[in-house]
Nanobody, 113 residues
Framework: QVRLVESGGGLVQPGGSLRLSCTAS????????MGWYRQAPGKQRELVAH???????NYADSVKGRFTISRDDAKNTVYLQMNSLKPEDTAVYYC???????WGQGTQVTVSS
């Protein structure tokens, strides 16, 4: 059983930055694609960013140029650096691991003045 633990969420003003982290248990992290999703109140969960096992990335159009996904296989950790945050980025952010389709518990990000 894989466990994903997210951290780094919080309250930030518009234009600010946050870095989310997701650390996975188990030994399959390095061969797994990883992703960050988010779900705002009343909306469906959506893909924010994705990174393959060889670190190829793709992003939702709404976050391109502002968010960066990266991974450290030695630490079994995937990151989401979020810059120039907007109120519409407010959501619960979830980490996802492709092999086994595991999800983290989510971390709240609130962008508000």
């Amino acid at each position: 059983q894989v466990r994903l633990v997210e951290s780094g969420g919080g309250l930030v003003q518009p234009g600010g930055s946050l870095r989310l982290s997701c650390t996975a248990s188990g030994s399959i992290f390095s061969i797994s694609a990883m992703g960050w999703y988010r779900q705002a109140p009343g909306k469906q969960r959506e893909l924010v960013a994705h990174i393959t096992s060889d670190s190829s990335t793709n992003y939702a159009d709404s976050v391109k140029g502002r968010f960066t996904i990266s991974r450290d296989d030695a630490k079994n950790t995937v990151y989401l650096q979020m810059n120039s945050l907007k109120p519409e980025d407010t959501a619960v952010y979830y980490c996802w691991q492709s092999r086994g389709a595991y999800w983290g518990q989510g971390t709240q990000v609130t962008v508000s003045s």
